[in-house]
């Protein structure tokens, strides 16, 4: 008999999370909602934007993903999304053009004394849907070293996204490898807790350098992989990123996530939905920019996962995954597994 409700842990941060954090909450059958028990376990090395502000200014831990899970557990998801993107008016700094939802987090971390106590208090006064946990509790910095040799300290100096123009290095450079700054990132224990009792663990979807892998770094949430039952699920990259990825295929990115995590994968979900060059001309993806796919020459017989290959995009945006046809499959594996 199947199991009727399933542990289900997603690590990782930014859009890409929240995404598949929505869509395991939202997705039900046709007769019957599935009960899931849900974590979210965010990566803290965020330093740009207006979370970068509030943390330069404040000195804490960084908000604006982790209020980004919290909106996607929410009861409401729709208005608590609405209310933490909220932008004050007026200049630049730490509160004109800061978002409320960084400067709730920040003033209940006050209030109550710690980081971790004012986002519970977040998480009890919005109706969360699970439990949203920092991997870890200390002050750290994504630190990355490109194909050069060159090394870039700082989220905000490794993004080379659109809204972003501190970028530093070498655009046509690779990453690779990346690394904690200011400590060995130890491992939130409620964190560890979470995965030791998941069913079913999902790293991403997200930027591979900048969001999925900041998750990762820490030794010993690769020592808690080691230890927990779970069935560990990679969602792949749909698109490759200028500065980042550019040059990757597949394999770098299966190779890359296993290096982080420690050879631990049971399944990979693969996009196979082409897009078109439509599309691309629509959306006007940036040089740099292709998408991942799994090609007849990538053979992956010999490896332990499975590959799952399927459409995962939302068709109205070309660099999403869909939140619910993740959650679908998602859901699968957590009944194919616990029967």
């Known amino acids: ?17 929240f995404n598949v954090l929505y869509g395991l909450k939202a997705y039900h059958t046709d007769s019957e909602e599935e009960h899931k028990n849900l974590a979210a376990i965010i990566a803290m090395t965020d330093s740009g934007g207006t979370t970068g502000e509030i943390r330069d200014k404040y000195g804490v831990l960084p908000p604006g993903d982790i209020r980004r899970a919290v909106a996607a557990l929410a009861r409401d998801t729709g208005f608590v999304r609405d209310l933490f993107e909220y932008k004050f008016s007026g200049e630049s700094g730490v509160i004109g053009g800061n978002k409320i939802g960084n400067i709730l987090l920040t003033a209940l971390g006050e209030i109550t004394g710690s980081f971790e106590a004012g986002l519970d208090a977040a998480c009890k006064m919005f109706d969360v849907q699970g439990k949203v946990l920092p991997v870890t509790l200390e002050d750290v910095h994504l630190g990355v070293r490109m194909d050069d040799g060159t090394e870039v300290i700082g989220e905000k100096f490794i993004d080379v996204s659109d809204k972003n123009d501190c970028a530093t290095h070498n655009l046509d450079q690779n990453v690779k490898d990346a690394f904690l700054v200011g400590g060995e990132g130890n491992l939130n224990p409620r964190a560890r807790e979470a995965i030791l009792e998941s069913d079913v663990i999902v790293i991403g979807p997200g930027d591979f350098y900048t969001s999925i892998v900041p998750a990762l770094l820490s030794k010993w949430i690769r020592k808690a992989f080691s230890e927990t039952s779970a069935k560990i699920v990679y969602v792949a990259n749909i698109m490759t990123k200028k500065g980042e990825t550019t040059h990757y295929e597949l394999p770098d990115f299966i190779d890359n996530v296993e290096r982080y995590s420690g050879n631990i994968l049971d399944y990979v979900l693969v996009n196979s939905w082409d897009i078109s060059q439509e599309l691309v001309e629509k959306y006007k993806i940036e040089e740099g920019k292709k998408p991942v796919k799994l090609k007849p020459e990538q053979n992956y017989i010999s490896r332990r996962f499975k590959i799952i290959e399927e459409d995962f995009v939302n068709e109205s945006d070309v660099v999403r995954h869909d939140p619910i046809k993740l959650a679908r499959v998602l859901i699968d594996i957590c009944r194919r597994e616990n029967t």
């Open 1 to 17: 008999m199947a199991k009727k409700t399933f542990n289900i842990t997603v690590i990782g941060w930014g859009s890409g999370t």
